[in-house]
């Protein structure tokens, strides 16, 4: 007997290996993870990172009810059609969440938000929102994630922390990768973090500025100037960013010089002081630097396909959250549509919640009010906001029980493989059965 075939691990049967499977914790969307299952329950998930494995093994399935309506079990028929009814009924009806569901199912929702001239939001209202509004004004030099693993020599962090909240980020993407490019990997690339904490990103770095709180708007425009050659002040520039501006002149040499340089941007940028300004002068600060070199910019996306949610609504509607369609035709409008506000000034008189968890998140008015009038969950989970919920609707989860399309945060579509099947429907089936009812009770066939 050989040696090898004497120590070869015997095969269960029992055990069925998913290879290639695709990770909707967060927007990396890792899709090369190779899963075992045993008994619908997931005992093994190969490449994936820590929240990845928690992702993938701690889901099983469950013996929930599928439907529950005023928190008492109900078939899936009756929560169809009482939601239907909240939906049809409500004079100011809104569809939130999307950013953990399919794209297929967010085109569903799009399509039910149109059938009830209501209003349409996704969880990128409360991250990312301020991006999509300066995307509209100054446009996105961007690439994919490929591309940044194959080419960036540059990689700056901007107000995000990966280390921790995309673990697989730096050795898939920006900094640890061999590419065709950059064959030496790590050595071939220059790391910058800016922020205004010292994080576990920070700490990875080539190079870090922690910059004053609240100033990335004056950092930027500290970048934009120094690359149109405008001399300043150094005594102002420390006291506005925190930063020496001979720091600042480095960091500006080292964007000119590079061959292809990368700003991945969070929501330390987009939530802080500034908003869209601060986004929008960083999408024109990327496009200023290609008068020098390649340079490109990218927000770092959080749900597993929240950027699947400004894709679908936006080539739906031409916008990628608060869109209104009580005229007919959408509006688009942050702060007056978006969702946490239109809850706090008691507007909305129903919604319908998809994978989201507004009650544990949102203000304490806007919670009150989703509190007090009808309206609809879906979701895998257990969660403040389906235990309040008029009609809760327990769904299989995307990725890991259902098939469909989701999109990375560099935009590219990715398709799901699922492992096992789940006892529950999904968020599509369900979605489109509420759609079929709302078209038959508005007379919209």
């Not at 699922?418 to 599509?428: M, R, V």
């Amino acid at each position: 007997m050989s040696t090898t075939a004497a120590s070869t691990k015997p095969v269960d049967p029992s055990v069925k290996v998913v290879t290639d499977a695709t990770c909707t914790f967060c927007g990396c969307v890792c899709d090369d993870i190779d899963i075992s299952v045993k008994d619908n329950h997931i005992i093994e998930a190969k490449r994936a990172c820590v929240m990845g494995k928690a992702w993938f093994l701690n889901h099983h399935a469950d013996d929930r009810p599928s439907c529950l309506i005023e928190g008492k079990p109900a078939s899936v028929a009756e929560g169809v059609e009482r939601a239907a009814r909240i939906l049809t009924e409500a004079r100011y009806p809104i569809i939130y969440g999307l950013s953990d569901t399919t794209s297929e199912a967010q085109r569903v929702a799009v399509h039910i938000g149109d059938l009830i001239a209501g209003t349409v939001d996704t969880t990128t209202s409360v991250c990312h929102g301020p991006s999509g509004m300066a995307f509209q004004s100054a446009g996105e030099v961007t690439c994919t994630l490929g591309e940044i693993a194959n080419r960036g020599d540059l990689i700056i962090f901007w107000g995000g922390n990966p280390a921790e909240n995309h673990p697989r980020h730096f050795t898939k993407y920006s900094l640890m990768p061999k590419g065709m490019f950059l064959p030496n990997g790590r050595k071939d690339r220059t790391a910058v973090a800016i922020d205004v904490r010292n994080t576990k990103t920070a700490k990875a770095m080539d190079l870090f500025f922690q910059v004053k709180p609240r100033s990335d708007f004056e950092c930027l425009w500290t970048l934009r100037a120094l690359a149109k050659g405008i001399d300043l002040d150094p005594a102002v520039v420390k006291k506005d960013t925190g930063i020496e501006l001979a720091r600042w002149q480095d960091l500006m040499a080292r964007m000119k010089a590079c061959k292809f340089g990368v700003i991945l941007f969070g929501m330390g940028l987009t939530m802080t002081r500034g908003k869209h300004l601060n986004s929008e002068a960083l999408l024109s600060l990327a496009r200023d630097m290609n008068a020098f070199t390649r340079f490109v910019v990218k927000p770092m996306r959080g749900h597993g396909n929240v950027t699947g949610a400004d894709n679908v609504v936006t080539w739906s509607t031409g916008y990628p959250f608060g869109v209104n369609m009580s005229r007919g035709y959408p509006r688009f409008n942050p702060g007056e549509y978006t969702t946490s506000d239109t809850l706090a000034r008691n507007e909305a008189d129903a919604a319908m919640i998809i994978a989201s968890d507004p009650m544990a998140n949102f203000s304490q008015p806007a919670r009150e009010r989703l509190a007090s009038i009808p309206y609809i969950a879906l979701d895998p989970k257990d969660t403040p906001t389906t235990r309040a919920a008029t009609v809760a609707f327990t769904t299989a989860t995307y990725g890991i029980n259902t098939a469909g399309t989701v999109y990375r945060m560099d935009d590219v579509p990715i398709f799901l493989r699922p492992a096992f099947e789940s006892p529950h429907p999904s968020d599509f089936d369900v979605l489109t059965a509420i759609k079929h009812r709302v078209m038959e009770l508005t007379n919209q066939q």
